[in-house]
C-alpha cells in the first residue's frame, strides 16, 4: 500500500462519525505490525498514522486524522497535544468569514422508539389490543380485567430469564416466548392480538430489551440495596424427630438463608429415595426459611441398617445419623432446650 499511495487524511464530522471512528482507529491499530521481526501488514503505518517520538523517547504512531464535533463533546482531548514539541506552533485559529446558524427540529420518534423512552423512565409497553371478533362476542361490552405479569432473573453465571403473561378476565391471554421472540394465544380471542404482535416483531422485541436489560439493572440495584439481607448466608440447623419408637424419623433443617437447600436420605452409605416424603419449604419468623423431610421404615430396618440425613446447602453439608430409638427423643430435647435458652436470652 505504501507504494502507491502516501499519506491518506481521514475527515471525522460530527458525533456519530467520531464514535464509530475510536472503533475503527482500534481496528486500524491493532492490525499493525510494530516489530521489525515479524513480516510486515498490508496495512502501513506510515500511510494512516505519523511517526513520531514521545517526550519520553518512545516511537508512537497518531492517526492522520481531522476531528470535528460539538463544543464539549471532544473535552478528552488536550487542545495541545504533548506527544511532540509543539511549543514553538502557532495552534490558535480565528474564523472572519461569515456565520450562518441552521437549526433543525429533531424527528419525531416512532412508536418503537417512543416505548423505549417510556421504558427507560420507568414506564410500561402498550398494553394488548382486546379487539372484537366473531369469537368474542358477548365480550366487547361492559368492564373487564386486563392483567400484566412480568419479571427477570439473572443466575450467579450471568444467564438472564424473563417472562411476560398477559390475562384477560381471569383468564390466560398471551404469554411472550423468549426464544422464538413470538406471541402464544390461550384462546381464540387472543388470535387477533397474536397475529398483530407477531407481525411486526415490535413487541416482542420490546419486552426482551426491557426483560434482559433495563429489568435486570433495577433487580441488580435493589439486590444491592437490600444485600445485607438478601445476600446472607445462614447454615441450616438440622434435627431428626420422632413420636414414638415405631413412628416414622423426620428430618428437619431450619433457620437456613437463602431458600435453596436439599435434604436427602442415605442408607448403609448409599443414597437412599424409597419410602421419603420431602415436605413444602416454609418461611421462619426472622426471614429464614425450614423443610423437612420423613423416612419411613420399620425398628427392625433401622437396627439393621444405618440410616443418615444429608442437608447440603450453600456447598455444605450436614449429616445426622439415626441409630437407635432414643436419639430422637435426645434431639428433641435438644431442641426445646435450646428454644427455652433462646427466649430466656
Excluded at 450467579?156 to 421472540?181: I, V
Amino acid at each position: 500500500m505504501s507504494g502507491t499511495c502516501r499519506e491518506v487524511v481521514t475527515l471525522q464530522l460530527g458525533h456519530y462519525s467520531n464514535f464509530i471512528g475510536t472503533h475503527w482507529w482500534n481496528l486500524q491499530d491493532a492490525a499493525l505490525v510494530y516489530d521489525s521481526d515479524f513480516p510486515a501488514s498490508e496495512l502501513q503505518s506510515d500511510v494512516m498514522f505519523r511517526e513520531g517520538l514521545t517526550l519520553g523517547g518512545h516511537v508512537t504512531y497518531t492517526p492522520r486524522l481531522i476531528a470535528m464535533d460539538l463544543k464539549g463533546s471532544l473535552q478528552t482531548l488536550r487542545k495541545e497535544g504533548n506527544l511532540y514539541d509543539t511549543e514553538n506552533e502557532n495552534t490558535a485559529f480565528t474564523w472572519e468569514g461569515q456565520i450562518r446558524t441552521h437549526k433543525e427540529s429533531p424527528p419525531t420518534k416512532n412508536a418503537f422508539l417512543q416505548e423505549l423512552d417510556n421504558l427507560d423512565t420507568g414506564g410500561l409497553l402498550a398494553e394488548a389490543d382486546f379487539t372484537c371478533s366473531s369469537s368474542a362476542v358477548g365480550h366487547c361490552s361492559g368492564v373487564h380485567t386486563n392483567q400484566v405479569m412480568y419479571g427477570c432473573e439473572i443466575d450467579d453465571d450471568g444467564t438472564k430469564r424473563g417472562y411476560n403473561q398477559h390475562g384477560y378476565d381471569g383468564e390466560d391471554f398471551l404469554t411472550l416466548d423468549m426464544s422464538t421472540l413470538t406471541w402464544t394465544a390461550a384462546n381464540d380471542k387472543a388470535m387477533i392480538t397474536k397475529v398483530k404482535w407477531d407481525s411486526t416483531g415490535a413487541e416482542a422485541m420490546q419486552w426482551k430489551g426491557y426483560l434482559e436489560n433495563t429489568c435486570i439493572e433495577w433487580l441488580q440495584k435493589y439486590v444491592d440495596y437490600g444485600k445485607d439481607t438478601l445476600q446472607r448466608k445462614v447454615s441450616p440447623e438440622v434435627f431428626l424427630q420422632q413420636k414414638s419408637s415405631s413412628s416414622q424419623v423426620t428430618c428437619l433443617a431450619t433457620g437456613f438463608y437463602p431458600k435453596a437447600v436439599t435434604i436427602s436420605w442415605q442408607k448403609n452409605g448409599q443414597d437412599h429415595d424409597e419410602d421419603v416424603d420431602l415436605g413444602e419449604l416454609l418461611p421462619n419468623e426472622d426471614g429464614t426459611f425450614q423443610r423437612t423431610s420423613t423416612l419411613k421404615v420399620s425398628p427392625d430396618e433401622r437396627k439393621k441398617n444405618a440410616y443418615s440425613c444429608v442437608v447440603e446447602h450453600q456447598r455444605e453439608t450436614f449429616r445426622k445419623m439415626v441409630t437407635d430409638d432414643s436419639l430422637p427423643l435426645v434431639e428433641a430435647e435438644k431442641e426445646r432446650d435450646r428454644l427455652q435458652t433462646s427466649q430466656c436470652l
